[in-house]
């Protein structure tokens, strides 16, 4: 059975830095790639980013270019994002998600983290 | 990048009526196209991809067609369950885009 669960979500001053972790279980995490995908409150989805297979190429969306790093470490099966120079509109709600098929169709989703960004 | 456009924002219908959901592309997408439904205080759940398949587990009152630029969601009679929001994704280039989602309503 597939888990995904997200950590690391609070409450941070723009500027300021965070970082999120999602735990994979129940497939095995270096066949597939994995995403981030947002959601802002009561707004709808919006894809963040993309960590392929063994981790050596990234895309990003280019409202966080520049300013978020995605990450997995295979061996943990655990997916990162980095998110620095936060802004008061990257409040949301983050979720990481499996990619189907080698396609960026989002079969399996998680719980979600929410990060707040306020002075 | 590609826009999505989902219409109508809003369908207010009854159960067991027939629905259909649109999806426009702002460029062709060929059939790379899902759809995902989400309830309120909960994650998407993936119903359909590449236009017209139906993912694991998914009821077969749910079916997806189009392809090109013009996409259709249909819930052939509606269930209680059923009313949540429902967005379409294109990933046929990056970035990946939604539409802004159907709120399927009593």
Same mark, same amino acid.
């Given at each position: 059975q597939v888990h995904l669960v997200e950590s690391g979500g609070g409450v941070v001053q723009p500027g300021r830095s965070l970082r999120l972790s999602c735990a994979a279980s129940g497939?095995?995490? /270096? #066949?597939? $790639?994995?995403?981030?995908v947002r959601q802002a409150p009561g707004k709808g989805l919006q894809w963040v980013a993309i960590v392929w297979y063994g981790g050596s190429h990234?895309?990003?969306? #280019? /409202?966080?270019? $520049?300013?978020?790093?995605?990450s997995r470490d295979n061996s943990k099966n655990m997916l990162y994002l980095e998110m620095n120079s936060l802004r008061v509109e990257d409040t949301a709600v983050y979720y990481c998600a499996r990619g189907h098929g080698g396609n960026s169709v989002f079969d399996y989703w998680g719980q979600g983290a929410l990060v707040t960004v306020s002075s | 990048e590609i826009v999505m456009t989902q219409s109508p924002a809003t369908l207010s219908v009854s159960p067991r009526q027939r629905v259909t959901l649109s999806c426009r592309a702002s460029q062709s997408v060929a059939n790379d196209l899902a759809w995902y439904q989400q309830k309120p205080g909960q994650v998407p =759940?993936?119903?359909?991809y590449a236009a017209s398949t =139906? %993912?694991?587990?998914?009821? %077969? =009152?749910f079916s997806g067609g189009g392809s090109g630029t013009l996409f259709t969601l249909t819930i052939s009679s509606l269930q209680s369950e059923d009313f949540a929001i429902y967005y379409c994704q294109h990933y046929n280039s990056w970035p990946v885009t939604f539409g802004g989602g159907t709120k399927v309503e009593i």
């Open positions: 497939f095995i995490f /270096s #066949d597939y $790639g994995m995403h981030w990234q895309f990003y969306a #280019d /409202s966080v270019k $520049g300013r978020f790093t995605i | =759940r993936l119903l359909i =139906r %993912a694991t587990g998914i009821p %077969a =009152r």
